[in-house]
């Protein structure tokens, strides 16, 4: 039986207003998603706190994080950094013209 080629770029006609989460692989020891962002942020007040490591990159557009202690990081095409487990972190920024694409890889 022959796997299914897809494409990381490849999108839907019509986005959903929300952000486009895809869950490519999950076990008990990884998962990797990709995020579609069209203009989407952390709501107000609110923060990940995730159970897991986060390696995150972005493949297409730009987006900005921020973190508890106040500072900011802006990320294009090609970045990529490392988020440890419960480092508490928040979207204040995505591209809407190109949407920004996410990998993410948790562990």
């Known amino acids: 039986m022959r796997?299914?080629?897809n494409n990381?770029?490849?999108l839907p006609a019509q986005l959903?207003?929300?952000e486009l989460f895809e869950t490519l692989?999950?076990?008990d020891k990884i998962s990797?998603?990709?995020i579609v962002s069209t203009g989407q942020v952390t709501p107000p007040g609110e923060w990940y706190?995730?159970?897991r490591?986060?390696?995150?990159?972005?493949l297409q557009g730009e987006g900005e994080l921020s973190y508890e202690d106040d500072s900011r990081?802006?990320?294009t095409v090609g970045d990529y950094l490392s988020i440890e487990a419960h480092q508490k972190h928040r979207v204040e920024y995505t591209s809407t013209e190109p949407p920004c694409i996410w990998l993410t890889i948790f562990f």
């Open 3 to 5: 796997n299914k080629i």
């Open 8 to 10: 990381i770029f490849e």
């Open 16 to 18: 959903p207003q929300q």
């Open 25 to 27: 692989l999950n076990n």
């Open 32 to 34: 990797i998603e990709r």
């Open 49 to 51: 706190d995730q159970e």
């Open 53 to 58: 490591n986060e390696w995150l990159i972005v």
């Open 73 to 75: 990081i802006k990320l």
